[in-house]
């Protein structure tokens, strides 16, 4: 668990949320984007897997749940303006609900091209 001293140095945004990025802890591959809250980072920390706020649900996601395609949480980083987390992860099966490894598997000309 992390100290009440050290949560509210985090610079959570309006809605209480951080962005988390999500990289392969070994290939260095960027796998996703998601939000955290307090509760999301703390649980990630207690279970070791990573856990987001789903701001479409309003809910607590844990990646891998329902798919199976966990990501063992292997460090956690914080940025310089302490507004944005690095989670560095060994992800067990594709990030991506489209069943990509990475969710940022398209450039912008082909995402306009679509």
Not at 34 to 47: C, S, V
Request: aromatic content about 8%; overall charge negative; some cysteine.
């Amino acid at each position: 668990m992390l100290k009440t001293e050290t949560l509210t140095r985090i610079k959570w945004d309006a809605n209480g949320l951080i962005a988390a990025i999500v990289q392969d802890a070994n290939t260095q591959q960027v796998l996703m984007m998601a939000y955290m809250n307090t509760e999301a980072l703390q649980k990630t920390l207690e279970i070791s897997e990573t856990v987001f706020w789903s701001r479409s649900r309003s809910e607590l996601w844990h990646k891998g749940a329902t798919s199976g395609n966990t990501q063992k949480v292997r460090e956690i980083r914080i940025d310089c303006d302490a507004d944005t987390l690095l989670i560095l992860v060994e992800p067990a099966g594709p990030a991506c609900h489209t069943g990509e490894v990475s969710c940022f598997y398209r450039t912008l000309s082909e995402f306009e091209s679509e």
